[in-house]
């Protein structure tokens, strides 16, 4: 008697616990969609590159364009702006990095850098600081020549955003 | 009771049935075609989307807009499925305006990937203008924006067969509709008789005839397989994800199949030692 | 039920928060110990998925609400972007849009089971009267979505229900352009109506709590009609039966729900909402949404203008009063032979004036549409009053137990009689 009793529970709990399991399954995978639907949309995917064409910018002239939503700058750099970003110890620096790993080979003249204070997301005004580069309205950052942070809150240099040459004047950003 | 429900099917018969028997003859309504995205296992065809795509691109494009038609669409999976690369060629070249640019002025570039498909015309007073009057209207989702009329036992029975193709029925119909008018219609100027339009008198003249478009797969170059992949291509571009759509559709139903099993099962235990 | 719960939770901590907000103890009282004639069929678990239907709905359309814009000259292409462009999109707004003509499902079963067993009757009269406000606002808000995609039919539908407070004499037209914002259906139009289909969800959910804290302040009715004797012989717990129960009955319809999303996504809808609005051409036909469509008959079959508003105001209000109206003392069915074949012609009427508003307003349509009207009201305002004179009800059993003991010794006849499936 007691015997068979343990083996209707058992059969009884197997049931409720596979009910209960394959419920769950059923809930996490409507769930997901209704997640999935917040990541950008293809529209937003579709622009996720841009077309810039350098020849019209002088040097020593700073444009800003957008990628993403987001501004970009693109920094003509006069010879004594890069001498002066290359002259700095790196020891000097926040956050170290070398110039020339901030530009591409061959094309040290062109700075491109996400325009995004890397404190809270301001946007750094150009030509303006002491550095040559740009200063943050917002909490005081300043960035040199290289969009280097110099000095202020900001922890990080000005993010150079992934893009190439495909001509001498042309670059295409993401 | 009994005949009370019985009397009443009775009478329901006769208020659903007897309208819908007349009003057949009336007009000759689509036939109704098979089509490879029919049914819970349909997928659409990709070499017939592709053919489809070129008749749409060199023959209905020259006057009708698909404003929601992207040019990235053209490489996605269950469509068209050109290459990346095939597809940024057609869109290269198309002239697309854009700007202002530095100077303020509009300016014109090949198309790009994330560029819609560009309108005929720029405005809709201006296809009218040049249509004689008659807006050519999008075909963005014109395969589920027109239906051809189902009486009282086909909406039914429609629910279960999941008949969703009323729309390419239509356009196949519409495409290879256009005949002599019959003896004592006088069709207006500017207009062209045909079987299947609502009305019969339709703008748009015949637009497609018997090796018009030229298919290099061997298909058999005529109206009617014309006809059938650009209402395929339609259907397509209306409901781009349909594919997807059954194959979740599918999964969905297993799943709760046998959910619905446990749960019977559970509920049936749970209940065992209740009289109810 | 009522009352303070009785609740005790064994924690320490649990003790101290119950002592303070009686929260578990509400959820106990009301989801699991709450006591559930034992009777009950399938149709009693309509509640529950409407339950559900309300929380697709919302959950679906806050998201949908998140990607769309309420400005006629891109709404129509921010549903085509919706479809096309976000992620799951398409299964979202089928969801949604399919999830009304569900929920709509679901609500008339609930109001004809509510009829057929006499749920409407003393002691539940508040509980059936917040049901119909919950309909109306449920026929609003589904309204109101209508217009949203932008479409033909969702700009001339606007249109003409909008049209129907013209018919207020004096006032009409100073209403009606104060309805639209303008002087026609437009922008503003559609953004009000935006603002308020994602305002009204939220009422027909606090609607539903009080409805539901009056279900269980009066307890649920039951096949048979009859009142709990015994909470022991008569009921049985909340959970697990009523909950296992109802969620086998969730699933089952999401099968249902599902055929439609994933393989006829548009049976539902009509082709002319594909069509961007366009002031200038009215569609062919106009119809409403299937659910509106006895209304609509109704609305119609009526040749004056004002007094076709006011019959079709007065098929939803006359709702309202039906526990006044029927005058028998018995609740189900089941027990009244007369009023069970009336109930069934009421059906039958109601499904012909659904029918009848789908067709063209034209020659025998019309003379149909009016013999179904005028029946729909003699249904409720001279049938009903009088049945409860005239007929002899069966005898009642003594309990619930009783019924359900009979109901197991002549299973064949129980079934051959009654309509419903037993649970």
Wanted: hydrophobic fraction near 45%; include cysteine; proline fraction near 7%.
């Amino acid at each position: 008697m007691a015997h068979t009793e343990t083996t209707q529970t058992t059969r009884r709990d197997f049931l409720y616990i596979a009910t209960g399991a394959v419920g769950a399954v059923g809930v996490a995978g409507m769930i997901w969609p209704f997640v999935a639907q917040l990541q950008p949309d293809a529209s937003v995917l579709a622009l996720s590159t841009t077309e810039v064409d350098l020849s019209p910018i002088q040097e020593g002239q700073i444009i800003t364009t957008q990628w993403r939503g987001k501004p970009i700058f693109i920094f003509n750099r006069a010879p004594k702006d890069i001498e002066a970003a290359r002259a700095v110890q790196l020891s000097q620096l926040p956050d170290p990095q070398l110039d020339q790993d901030r530009v591409k080979k061959g094309h040290d003249n062109w700075l491109v850098v996400v325009g995004i204070c890397t404190h809270l997301g301001c946007v750094p005004l150009g030509h303006q600081g002491n550095y040559d580069g740009w200063f943050c309205p917002c909490h005081g950052s300043q960035y040199d020549s290289s969009g280097r942070v110099r000095v202020g809150p900001a922890p990080l240099n000005l993010a150079v955003p992934p893009y190439a040459f495909n001509s001498d004047t042309k670059i295409t950003i993401g | 009771m009994k005949k009370t429900i019985l009397l009443g099917a009775a009478a329901l018969a006769l208020l659903f049935g007897a309208p819908a028997f007349a009003a057949e003859g009336h007009d000759d309504l689509p036939h109704r075609e098979s089509w490879s995205f029919a049914g819970p296992f349909g997928t659409y065809d990709t070499a017939q989307l592709q053919r489809g795509f070129k008749v749409f691109r060199e023959v209905c494009a020259s006057c009708h807009s698909a404003n929601y038609l992207y040019f990235r669409n053209l490489a996605q999976e269950g469509g068209p499925h050109f290459t990346e690369a095939q597809a940024k060629a057609v869109a290269s070249e198309y002239q697309i305006t854009d700007g202002p640019n530095d100077q303020g002025e509009m300016f014109q570039r090949p198309g790009r990937l994330s560029d819609h498909w560009p309108a005929p015309f720029p405005n809709d007073p201006a296809a009218r203008v040049a249509n004689g009057g008659a807006l050519p209207p999008d075909l963005s989702v014109i395969a589920k924006a027109r239906a051809s009329h189902v009486g009282f036992p086909g909406f039914i029975t429609d629910a279960f067969t999941q008949y969703q193709e009323g729309g390419v029925d239509y356009i196949h119909a519409l495409l290879n509709g256009y005949v002599e008018a019959p003896e004592g219609v006088t069709v207006q100027a500017g207009l062209n008789y045909n079987k299947y339009f609502p009305g019969h008198q339709i703008a748009m003249p015949k637009p497609l005839s018997d090796g018009q478009v030229e298919y290099t797969d061997g298909t058999p170059a005529t109206l009617d397989q014309y006809s059938r992949d650009v209402a395929a291509f339609l259907m397509w571009a209306a409901e781009p994800y349909l594919d997807t759509r059954k194959r979740i559709g599918f999964q969905v139903f297993v799943f709760l199949i046998v959910l619905s099993g446990l749960l019977y099962f559970t509920k049936k235990k749970v209940w065992k030692n209740v009289a109810h | 039920m009522e009352g303070h719960s009785t609740y005790q939770p064994k924690n320490k901590v649990a003790r101290w928060f119950e002592s303070r907000l009686p929260l578990v103890g509400l959820v106990h009282s009301s989801a699991i110990a709450y006591p559930v004639p034992k009777n009950l069929n399938y149709f009693w678990t309509f509640g529950a998925i409407l339950t559900l239907m309300l929380v697709v709905q919302i959950v679906s359309g806050v998201v949908l609400a998140m990607h769309y814009t309420a400005y006629a000259p891109v709404s129509f292409a921010r549903v085509e972007h919706i479809m096309r462009d976000v992620d799951f999109g398409w299964m979202i707004r089928y969801i949604h849009a399919n999830g009304a003509s569900m929920f709509f499902i679901a609500v008339y079963i609930h109001i004809f089971r509510g009829l057929y067993y006499g749920s409407y009757k003393a002691p539940r009269e508040v509980l059936w009267i917040l049901g119909v406000i919950i309909y109306i606002l449920m026929m609003a808000t589904a309204f109101m979505g209508y217009v949203l995609p932008w479409g033909q039919m969702s700009y001339w539908g606007a249109t003409v229900i909008t049209n129907l407070f013209s018919a207020i004499p004096y006032i009409g037209e100073t209403i009606v352009q104060w309805l639209w914002g303008g002087y026609s259906v437009g922008d503003p139009t559609l953004n009000r109506f935006f603002a308020l289909h994602y305002l009204l969800p939220f009422m027909i959910a606090g609607v539903v709590i009080l409805h539901i804290w009056a279900l269980h302040h009066v307890g649920q009715n039951n096949p048979d009609g009859i009142d709990v004797k015994s909470i022991a012989k008569d009921t049985v717990p909340f959970t697990p039966y009523a909950t296992i129960k109802d969620t086998f009955a969730m699933v089952v319809f999401l099968l249902f729900f599902s055929w439609f999303i994933f393989y006829a996504p548009n049976y539902m809808g009509h082709p002319d909402n594909y069509i961007p609005a366009n002031p200038l051409s009215t569609p062919a036909h106009i119809v409403p949404e299937w659910y509106f469509l006895p209304f609509y008959a109704i609305l119609r079959s009526i040749p004056d203008k004002l007094g076709g508003v006011i019959c079709m105001f007065g098929a939803i209000v006359v709702l309202l009063f039906l526990p006044w109206l029927d005058t028998s003392k018995v609740r189900s069915a089941r027990y009244r032979p007369l009023y069970r074949q009336f109930f069934w012609i009421f059906g039958i009427v109601a499904v012909g004036l659904g029918y009848l508003g789908s067709q063209p307003a034209e020659g025998g349509y019309v003379i149909a549409s009016r013999i179904l009207t005028a029946y729909y009201f003699v249904h409720f305002i001279i049938i009903l009053p009088v049945l409860g004179f005239i007929e002899r009800p069966k005898p009642l059993p003594a309990s619930i137990a009783d019924a359900v003991l009979a109901k197991g010794g002549a299973t064949v006849v129980a079934g051959a009689s009654a309509p419903q499936t037993k649970g």
